[in-house]
């Protein structure tokens, strides 16, 4: 039978979600009796964790020597001495959702839920047992286990009831059903004629907006989002070692992750980075607290750049020939999933030069089958990365207009666009010395990274480096520029994906995707190409449009549940209720940083 959704704000910020019905038809009257005491029960104890209040969460179990609990420790007999040194330590977050109900004999239920938990930031997962049991002093919990899933597990089948599904260019489904089993989709559509399988809970949504989980086709996981990450921006190194951010960066990647997943967004491009982004890749791939990754690693650099570490390169020179082919055939070894090239104006003597080594670096990545992305912002550059094959530019040009021959090669060579509207305003945000949150919401990001990013530096270092940026008024000349040329290609019929280039300063990892996306609104773009832009199209940048980038049959279940329809306004698209990766299910505010 099909189990209903009970939706409880308590205490922590969460979702508890618990079945109405017993998955074994109750016979009697005493035992449908029994199965609601149990649940009573049930919802009292959870309640008591989120409410962080220990008498009312320990006088739910059996105060007895026969109280069973077994957990990583093994098994544990008796209350009075677990009881005594039970402490005072809650967990971060606590869902309990999908508990089902058995009764065995009068006065007896047993029950199971799925559960997900993180304590101190580390979140797991798995199925808890409960048996129930009818005692003179009430309903008790007598015996409780937890069993941690698999890595490779799959959450339990779910469907998603009652919302209006949008996907990209077809028209919305009000009334909706999505079932999710095995983190995959396994139909979309109206509940007439996709019906959820007796096994599945059922999340009802009823008054909001289902769309495909969003994707940043232009991230850097290599960067913090401010100057400590960019040091060739501004040199903070004696403040802090850029060596010891970088490690910062690939332990705890996972600041990252939840910044992202909290903000809608499920995948992400990183278009360039060191060498550990592509484990990275893999390693999200399998998680379910992550987003997917697609990753370039090293990237190809017409000049020597000097931001790397001792014992790894995140800039590979095109000193040669030979190099060029080397570096992009040691990024295919190595499992990139695309190769890029940082095209930088070169003095004119390099030129020829360079422009022949582009081309051979574009000739090995249609070897190996990869995507051939292209950093070039100057117009002639950019068509240059055109005709030798750039599937994806990852910057519009600026502040030069695009023009029709600019156009026409686009269009030829069916390259991608990621304008990359909002990216300057970081920097401008940075070297003024305000805070992004006037552009982008900093809910979502750990308190680490927003101190920085609300920090504001002495005058004397933000009178170095690219002070000029804002002095010069060259940030808003180059917005400017960016959003006619959106207004040419978006008319033009060039397809352009949403990218943010997070990881710069003054570009968090997660949100800033709203300021761009209303960026692009504002430069002319509906709302439901916007979308578009940030689902189907930004998947197909990275070559995974066959598996993400709309809510339908045979896809990964990655989605997103809105307060707001997005395609009134893409600003909805802030409004985040649900965030659903691989299918697993979270509450926006469970996502949520620690504050």
């Known amino acids: 039978m099909i189990l209903r959704h009970v939706g409880v704000a308590l205490g922590l910020p969460l979702l508890v979600a618990c079945a109405r019905s017993t998955s074994i038809p109750a016979t009697t009257t005493a035992a449908s009796s029994d199965t ?17 209040d220990r008498a009312r969460y320990l006088s739910y179990y059996l105060e007895s020597e026969r109280l069973a609990r077994t957990g990583p420790g093994g098994l544990e007999l008796g209350f009075e001495n677990w009881s005594a040194r039970r402490d005072s330590t809650w967990p971060d977050t606590l869902v309990a959702r999908d508990l089902r109900l058995v009764p065995v004999s009068p ?56 919302g209006t599904l949008i996907n990209p260019g077809t028209p919305p489904i009000r009334d909706a059903v999505v079932v999710v089993a095995g983190g995959r989709i396994v139909c979309a559509g109206p509940g007439s004629t996709c019906t959820p399988p007796p096994t599945a809970e059922v999340v009802r949504v009823d008054g909001a907006f289902v769309v495909p989980g969003l994707i940043d086709a ?43 997943l909290c903000s809608g967004i499920t995948s992400v491009f990183d278009v360039g980075g060191y060498p550990w982004t592509i484990p990275l890749m893999h390693a999200n791939e399998r998680a379910l607290d992550a987003p997917r990754v697609v990753a370039a690693g090293p990237l190809l650099a017409t000049v020597d750049h000097w931001l790397n570490t001792p014992t790894m390169r995140q800039f590979i020179h095109m000193a040669s020939d030979s190099a060029t082919r080397r570096g992009v055939r040691e990024n295919v070894y190595f499992g990139s999933r695309a190769i890029k090239v940082w095209y930088l104006q070169v003095r004119d003597s390099l030129r020829p030069a360079m422009r022949a080594r582009l081309e051979l670096a574009a000739e090995e990545a249609r070897r190996a089958n990869l995507p051939f992305i292209v950093h070039a912002t100057q117009l002639e550059r950019a068509k240059e990365a055109v005709r030798a094959g750039a599937n994806v530019l990852v910057h519009s040009v600026g502040p030069e207009a695009v023009d029709d021959e600019f156009l026409a090669l686009a269009k030829q060579h069916e390259t991608i666009v990621i304008p990359t509207l909002t990216v300057y305003e970081g920097y401008a945000d940075v070297f003024a010395g305000r805070s992004p949150a ?3 919401p900093l809910d979502c ?46 008319e033009a019929g060039i397809p352009m994906a949403v990218g943010t280039d997070a990881g710069n300063p003054g570009t968090a990892h997660g949100p800033s995707i709203y300021r761009e996306m209303e960026a692009l609104q504002s430069a002319g773009m509906p709302a439901g190409e916007v979308l578009a832009s940030a689902t189907i199209i930004a998947a197909r940048t990275m070559r995974r449009a066959a598996e993400l980038g709309t809510v339908e049959a045979g896809k990964l279940a990655d989605l997103v549940v809105l307060d707001a329809d997005p395609l009134v306004d893409i600003a909805n698209l802030r409004r985040v209720r649900l965030v659903m990766k691989g299918g697993a299910l979270y ?6 940083p620690r504050r």
């Open 107 to 162: 006065g007896v239920v047993y029950g199971t839920y799925h559960y997900r938990v993180t304590q101190r930031g580390v979140t797991s997962e798995g199925i808890s047992e409960r048996v129930f049991v009818r005692t003179p002093a009430g309903w008790k919990i007598a015996v409780s286990t937890a069993f941690g899933l698999p890595s490779n597990a799959s959450p339990p089948p779910i469907a998603i009831a009652g």
């Open 438 to 440: 006037a552009r982008y």
């Open 36 to 52: 609601v005491e149990a649940r009573r029960v049930f919802e009292g104890n959870i309640s008591a964790i989120h409410q962080r």
């Open 218 to 260: 232009h991230v850097h996981y290599s960067q913090t989002g401010w100057v400590d990450g960019r040091p060739d921006a501004l040199d903070l190194r004696a403040e802090f070692p850029y060596d010891s951010v970088n490690s910062a960066l690939r332990v705890e990647k996972a600041r990252f992750d939840r910044a992202y």
């Open 445 to 490: 990001v750990d308190a680490g990274t927003r101190a920085k990013l609300e920090r504001v530096l002495p005058e004397a270092q933000r009178a170095v480096g690219l002070q000029g940026l804002v002095r010069s008024g060259r940030a808003d000349t180059l917005y400017a520029s960016v959003a006619r040329n959106v207004r040419r290609m978006r």
């Open 587 to 592: 509450g926006q505010r469970e996502l949520l």
